[in-house]
């Protein structure tokens, strides 16, 4: 499956993430400037990283060049990527404006697109066009990815039973709908409840990405939080 490069770098991103910047002379001289550097201001897919004022780089950060650049975000498995450079900015904050690659986006996709994080809220159940009409079902979530969810309720699913899904995880994101297989179900209730795995299908590439960044939100939220205590 390709992966989508076409989301707004904030839904990995954010002001103030550290990163390790390296800027290299031009070819044959081995010597590199390396330092330490953080997210100043962002946009759909553009960085401000600032530098700092021991260093004067203006002459060196040529629009068109390249600087590697390396995420600190407290999750292991990130590697260098080589950012343009977009132009040198003096005024109030001395840093420069970067792109980075497509390949960042698509080598995050392609490593936490169905990462589960642990994470409660209600879902609403129903079943889908077609099918018998019923009364929606409410159950709560355990964990979620960007391919499916696991959730607990009082209800016995049937394998492959197709599901529609309502559920808000975040106030940040809008309502997700989604169509869902059963994968697994419980056939006897636990003290919690029946739980139920279910995959998601038919899903649509941005539904898919916006549930790929909350569960990358997430996990920055946690590993801030342990570092924290």
Same mark, same amino acid.
């Given at each position: 499956?390709?992966? $989508?490069?076409?989301?707004?770098?904030?839904? %990995?991103?954010?002001?103030?993430?550290?990163?390790?910047?390296?800027?290299?002379?031009?070819?044959?001289?081995?010597?590199?400037?390396?330092? #330490?550097?953080?997210? &100043?201001?962002?946009?759909? =897919?553009?960085?401000?990283?600032?530098?700092?004022?021991?260093?004067?780089?203006?002459?060196?950060?040529?629009?068109?060049?390249?600087?590697?650049?390396?995420?600190?975000?407290?999750?292991?498995?990130?590697?260098?990527?080589?950012?343009?450079?977009?132009? =040198?900015? &003096?005024?109030?904050?001395?840093?420069?404006?970067?792109?980075?690659?497509?390949?960042?986006?698509?080598? %995050?996709?392609?490593?936490?697109?169905?990462?589960?994080?642990?994470? @409660?809220? *209600?879902? @609403?159940?129903?079943?889908?066009?077609?099918? &018998?009409? $019923?009364?929606?079902?409410?159950?709560?979530? !355990?964990?979620?990815?960007?391919?499916?969810?696991?959730? #607990?309720?009082?209800?016995? %699913?049937?394998?492959?039973?197709?599901?529609?899904?309502?559920?808000?995880?975040?106030?940040? =994101?809008?309502?997700? @709908?989604?169509?869902?297989?059963?994968?697994?179900? *419980? $056939?006897?209730? $636990?003290?919690?409840? !029946?739980?139920?795995? +279910?995959? %998601? +299908?038919?899903?649509?590439?941005?539904?898919?990405? @916006?549930?790929?960044?909350?569960?990358?939100?997430?996990?920055?939220? &946690?590993?801030?939080?342990?570092?924290?205590?």
């Amino acid at each position: 499956m390709t992966q $989508s490069v076409n989301l707004a770098l904030t839904e %990995f991103l954010e002001v103030n993430n550290c990163l390790n910047a390296t800027l290299r002379f031009s070819a044959g001289n081995e010597k590199s400037i390396g330092f #330490k550097s953080y997210i &100043k201001d962002l946009t759909d =897919y553009h960085l401000l990283i600032d530098i700092p004022d021991s260093l004067d780089l203006e002459s060196l950060l040529v629009p068109g060049e390249f600087i590697s650049v390396e995420f600190r975000l407290g999750i292991d498995g990130l590697p260098p990527f080589n950012a343009m450079i977009e132009r =040198y900015q &003096k005024d109030g904050i001395q840093g420069c404006w970067i792109q980075l690659p497509p390949e960042f986006k698509a080598h %995050f996709l392609k490593r936490r697109r169905h990462i589960r994080i642990n994470l @409660k809220f *209600q879902i @609403k159940i129903s079943m889908p066009v077609g099918q &018998k009409a $019923s009364p929606p079902i409410y159950a709560e979530s !355990i964990n979620l990815s960007g391919g499916g969810i696991r959730f #607990k309720s009082s209800h016995t %699913f049937k394998p492959n039973e197709r599901l529609i899904l309502e559920f808000q995880p975040d106030q940040r =994101y809008p309502l997700f @709908k989604m169509e869902g297989k059963v994968i697994a179900c *419980q $056939s006897v209730p $636990s003290k919690s409840g !029946i739980i139920t795995s +279910v995959q %998601f +299908v038919n899903i649509q590439r941005m539904d898919e990405d @916006k549930l790929v960044g909350l569960c990358f939100r997430k996990e920055l939220e &946690k590993s801030k939080h342990l570092k924290q205590e």
